[in-house]
């Protein structure tokens, strides 16, 4: 079983749309389980009705997930649901022992131990939960959406990464339009600041994945033949690539 985190503390970069679609990619080889860690409960409405329950789990060590695992649509995607509760425990999980906040993410994290994949959709938080959780994964992926700010900001991101030990495999350039010159300019100065942690494939600003997203399909759903959607294919290889 392998768990990839998709992380940022920024919103609105595409965790979520990243999720799904490298899921959609991964479940073409492997049985997936999608974790929605984030209260707004997009990706768990993308997949199925939410169900509570992850918020009980994790503070509770006798509590177990399954009641809030869906089936989907998807014959070999799963999705573990959050609600609006979720965004309400972190203080109830603070006053757990160290111990006890890694049992109950491990427990959840393991769910029922039959997926091939388990893909983290995180919310935008710095937390002790967003923490603890990342750093229980096999690798953490960071989408960004290109600008002066969101590379300036790249650092507090890398270094709490590595401040709780998380395994960063990289950024995703997300939104990426290469008719901009200052996109590839902004890609240069974000390759001169994290070197080999940028991974190669970039996917493009394109309404094939906006609208995808809307109509809840997958990009490869909405239009397969696209290169938008192709691009998915590439990123989930490297994702692989760089997740031990
Ligand atoms: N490559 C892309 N091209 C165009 N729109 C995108 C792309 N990726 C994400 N979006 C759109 O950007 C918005 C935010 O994406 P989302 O995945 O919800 O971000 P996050 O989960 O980080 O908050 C959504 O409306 C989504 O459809
Ligand atoms: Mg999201």
Same mark, same amino acid.
């Given at each position: 079983?392998?768990?990839?985190?998709?992380?940022?503390?920024?919103?609105?970069?595409?965790?979520?749309?990243?999720?799904?679609?490298?899921?959609?990619?991964?479940?073409?080889?492997?049985?997936?389980?999608?974790?929605?860690?984030?209260? %707004?409960?997009? #990706?768990?409405?993308?997949?199925?009705?939410?169900?509570?329950?992850?918020?009980?789990?994790?503070?509770?060590?006798?509590?177990?997930?399954? $009641?809030?695992?869906? $089936? =989907?649509?998807?014959?070999?995607?799963?999705?573990?649901?959050?609600?609006?509760? @979720?965004?309400?425990?972190?203080? %109830?999980?603070?006053?757990? #022992?160290?111990?006890?906040? *890694?049992?109950?993410? /491990?427990?959840?994290?393991?769910?029922?131990?039959?997926?091939?994949?388990?893909?983290?959709?995180?919310?935008?938080?710095?937390?002790?939960?967003?923490?603890?959780?990342?750093?229980?994964?096999? $690798?953490?992926?960071?989408?960004?959406?290109?600008?002066?700010?969101?590379? %300036?900001?790249?650092?507090?991101? *890398?270094?709490?990464?590595?401040? #709780?030990?998380?395994?960063?495999?990289?950024?995703?350039?997300?939104?990426?339009?290469? &008719?901009?010159?200052?996109?590839?300019?902004?890609?240069?100065? @974000?390759?001169?600041?994290?070197?080999?942690?940028?991974?190669? =494939?970039?996917?493009?600003?394109? /309404?094939?994945?906006?609208? #995808?997203?809307?109509? /809840?399909? *997958?990009?490869?759903?909405?239009?397969?033949? *696209?290169?938008?959607? %192709?691009?998915?294919?590439?990123?989930?290889?490297?994702?692989? &690539?760089?997740?031990?």
């Amino acid at each position: 079983m392998k768990t990839i985190a998709l992380y940022n503390n920024k919103g609105g970069v595409g965790k979520t749309t990243t999720a799904i679609n490298v899921a959609n990619e991964l479940a073409e080889i492997g049985r997936v389980l999608v974790i929605d860690f984030d209260g %707004q409960a997009n #990706s768990s409405r993308f997949f199925a009705e939410p169900k509570a329950g992850l918020d009980m789990a994790l503070i509770h060590a006798d509590y177990s997930p399954v $009641s809030a695992v869906s $089936s =989907t649509r998807y014959p070999n995607i799963d999705i573990l649901t959050s609600t609006p509760a @979720l965004n309400l425990i972190t203080a %109830q999980f603070v006053r757990l #022992s160290e111990e006890e906040q *890694t049992a109950n993410i /491990r427990k959840v994290l393991e769910v029922d131990g039959s997926y091939d994949f388990v893909i983290l959709d995180m919310p935008p938080a710095f937390n002790a939960l967003t923490t603890k959780v990342i750093t229980l994964c096999d $690798s953490v992926f960071v989408p960004i959406e290109l600008g002066t700010f969101a590379i %300036q900001g790249m650092p507090t991101v *890398t270094n709490a990464l590595a401040d #709780s030990n998380a395994k960063f495999g990289g950024c995703i350039v997300n939104k990426f339009d290469k &008719e901009n010159p200052a996109d590839t300019e902004l890609l240069a100065l @974000l390759s001169d600041l994290l070197g080999n942690k940028v991974l190669r =494939t970039t996917v493009p600003f394109s /309404r094939v994945i906006k609208n #995808s997203f809307s109509f /809840r399909l *997958t990009a490869k759903e909405y239009m397969k033949w *696209t290169a938008a959607a %192709q691009a998915y294919e590439d990123l989930t290889k490297e994702i692989l &690539e760089r997740t031990e």
